[in-house]
């Protein structure tokens, strides 16, 4: 028992690991691939420049540095699609859930009556992907704020408006 | 009884006109001091007919500094319109700020030593919330501050009764305000020489660090010269010039303690008043603050060995900010005794005895962690880099087998303890430092859990505050943690009691 000398049973209280998170959109999944791919372009360009215009490395250390970024892209990729399945959010009757992560788990909850105000952004290749990003504001400072990419906009709308109303109820 | 009507718009106190000048000669000097140090190294050099002309323009100058200074204090306003605090500034560029009443959060009276002479004092009205703002008038007299503070704080307690009639935390009779703590300047020397004088020092050695780099920009072939028939010197005579220059440094960071001290915390008055703490302190600059007890997020002390054998501790308490880690928002109380901590946290936690707690400590594999982290991590780089080199490789075994302790003393008095509405956390390793909080005050929870903790079965907590601080509960049983987790959630949303 975590409290002594309590009218509630802790084990009573709602529990967030035996609701089930809404996923977030595939597009975004692909979104973060093509992002991921972009960025590896550059260190890739270049060894090809190192690979083919210029000796001062040998052959054999060049083949090294190629699968040394192979499997760079490779292994961050498998993290990308596996932790993938892990990211995504619960909104419960009072307090939202956002999950993530597959080395390092993370489950961050914000109640209703703690959030300060809430925002939409969409960036240039979220916009070709129609996906938006759902921001959310604490007092508690930027590491505390809450951050769901990946939605449709249509829903990032109806999940701000939502949240706009709730909070102005608390007040 | 207020002699002083702030409905109507009114100016500062006449002299400040003197501080305004003041102001506007530093702004001045701010952005023409490099200038004019050039000018003043290479006097000699100007020839006679051009220094008529230079003078002139100072003269020139001086007179601009002047006319700012007048335009900007008879262009000041301030006064208490529909519910607001308004203030209207500026000449070319006219600016109006107001603050609705019932969102001030602090008044506070401050007083440097110009402001002392002048006898007029700043006041700062600040908010808190997602619009951070802050109205500072730097020139009032003191009467003129009291009544403002008075007129602000009492209108703002009638519109906050208006919207609410339940005032549970403040609900103490009103008691004339008794001062809590005083500090002597015997406390002040016992509060200097126990401070860190490693931190000291180091700040000491940033600032002359800084200062340098600075003058540097300016005169880097003296620098160069100087500095080389410094390091000449160095080589020279290494190691005698290497122990006495880091006894000279802690010296003087030993001394930068004590009159850091006094500067800050001379005539240091704590008190109590009507659900508010009120500080007076400062030597130079005069500072006084006053805060309500909700406003206060989290509170933390701190010992060490020396300060826990003199029972002494540094209380500070964290105020609710919008800036992040805002270290002006926390405010400091040096020299409490165990007494007068109790006291602090029976009128802010309105309790009378210590809570019955449940005290939870921090799982072993959290000292491990440290161990590499703190140990192998920081001395493995520079034992591979100089594999060669038997001072770097003993420098980097014994900081390896110094940490295996120091990392489980860490673990020791890393541990939380919780009950129905509080939770505190301890933590440190020579010095220890608690910091404790209503559980309904909590902005939001994390949980986290990585692949190593997953497989013993641990998870971290972290619990983040309106104050910027974070509370962290790391390695503890992952059904504890989730235990906490759903229990602090259930305590933040099932009241309506406001956290700030």
Not at chain 1, 129 to 149: C, E, P, Q
Not at chain 2, 75 to 97: A, D, P, S, T
Not at chain 2, 353 to 381: C, N, Q
Not at chain 2, 420 to 437: A, C, L, P, V
Request: hydrophobic residues 45%; proline residues 3%.
């Amino acid at each position: 028992m975590l409290f002594e000398n309590n009218s509630i049973e802790t084990s009573d209280l709602p529990r967030f690991e035996e609701q089930s998170f809404q996923p977030l959109k595939k597009a975004y999944l692909k979104l973060i691939v093509i992002q991921w791919t972009v960025f590896i372009l550059f260190p890739a360009a270049g060894l090809i420049y190192l690979s083919f215009f210029n000796d001062t490395l040998t052959d054999s250390l060049l083949i090294y540095f190629w699968i040394g970024l192979a499997s760079f892209y490779l292994i961050r990729l498998l993290i990308i699609f596996a932790g993938f399945k892990r990211k995504g959010f619960l909104l419960r009757e009072h307090d939202i859930l956002y999950r993530s992560g597959i080395i390092v788990f993370k489950v961050t909850a914000v109640p209703y009556n703690r959030i300060q105000h809430s925002e939409i952004r969409q960036g240039f290749l979220s916009r070709l992907f129609r996906i938006s990003k759902l921001k959310i504001f604490t007092a508690g400072g930027a590491a505390s704020d809450l951050a769901i990419n990946g939605l449709v906009p249509d829903e990032a709308q109806r999940m701000k408006d939502f949240l706009s109303k709730t909070v102005s109820s608390y007040e | 009884m207020n002699k002083f009507d702030f409905t109507v718009p009114g100016r500062q106190s006449a002299i400040g006109i003197l501080l305004f000048f003041a102001l506007s000669a530093r702004k001045f000097f701010k952005a023409l001091w490099p200038i004019l140090l050039v000018y003043l190294f290479k006097n000699n050099s100007i020839p006679e007919d051009k220094r008529f002309w230079i003078i002139v323009a100072g003269v020139f100058l001086l007179f601009l500094v002047m006319l700012n200074a007048t335009l900007s204090f008879f262009n000041f306003w301030f006064y208490i319109e529909n519910n607001e605090f308004v203030v209207r500034k500026g000449y070319l560029k006219k600016v109006k700020l107001s603050i609705p009443l019932d969102r001030i959060q602090t008044i506070n009276i401050k007083q440097n030593l110009l402001q002392q002479l002048l006898k007029v004092v700043t006041v700062e009205v600040d908010t808190a919330g997602s619009a951070q703002r802050e109205l500072k008038l730097v020139a009032l007299t003191n009467e003129q501050a009291i009544a403002l503070q008075l007129v602000l704080g009492k209108e703002k307690q009638q519109l906050n009764k208006l919207k609410s009639e339940d005032e549970e935390e403040n609900s103490q009779d009103s008691e004339k305000s008794a001062p809590i703590i005083r500090l002597t300047p015997t406390d002040l020397i016992k509060v200097g020489i126990s401070e860190n004088h490693l931190r000291s020092s180091l700040i000491v050695m940033a600032v002359v660090g800084g200062f340098i780099n600075q003058i540097q920009d300016y005169f880097t072939d003296q620098i160069e010269v100087t500095s080389e028939e410094v390091g000449n010197f160095i080589i020279a005579q290494s190691v005698a010039i290497i122990i006495s220059l880091s006894i000279a440094v802690l010296l003087i960071g030993f001394l930068f303690s004590i009159i850091n001290t006094f500067l800050k915390y001379y005539d240091f008055t704590f008190a109590r008043q009507d659900g508010e703490f009120t500080i007076k302190s400062g030597l130079l600059t005069k500072k006084g603050v006053t805060i309500p007890y909700s406003k206060i997020q989290v509170v933390s002390w701190v010992t060490n060995p020396i300060r826990n054998w003199m029972d002494f501790s540094t209380v500070t308490l964290t105020e609710a900010s919008s800036k992040e880690n805002d270290q002006k928002k926390a405010i400091n109380i040096p020299g409490c005794n165990s007494r007068n901590r109790a006291v602090i946290s029976r009128e802010i936690f309105n309790i009378k005895d210590e809570p019955v707690w449940d005290k939870h400590f921090t799982h072993k594999s959290y000292a491990w962690k440290l161990w590499l982290l703190r140990g192998w991590l920081i001395a493995m780089p520079p034992a591979i880099i100089w594999y060669d080199n038997i001072i770097v490789l003993s420098v980097a075994a014994f900081w390896i087998v110094l940490n295996l302790p120091l990392s489980f003393l860490t673990l020791k008095k890393r541990y939380f303890r919780v009950n129905k509405d509080y939770i505190e956390n301890s933590r440190g390793t020579i010095e220890q430092k608690w910091s404790r909080m209503y559980g309904f005050k909590v902005q939001s929870v994390k949980l986290k859990q990585s692949i190593f903790q997953r497989r013993k079965g641990l998870a971290t907590i972290k619990l983040y505050t309106a104050g910027g601080k974070i509370l962290t509960m790391p390695f503890i049983a992952e059904s504890l943690a989730r235990e906490l987790y759903n229990y602090l959630l259930f305590n933040v949303e099932s009241g309506n009691r406001k956290w700030m």
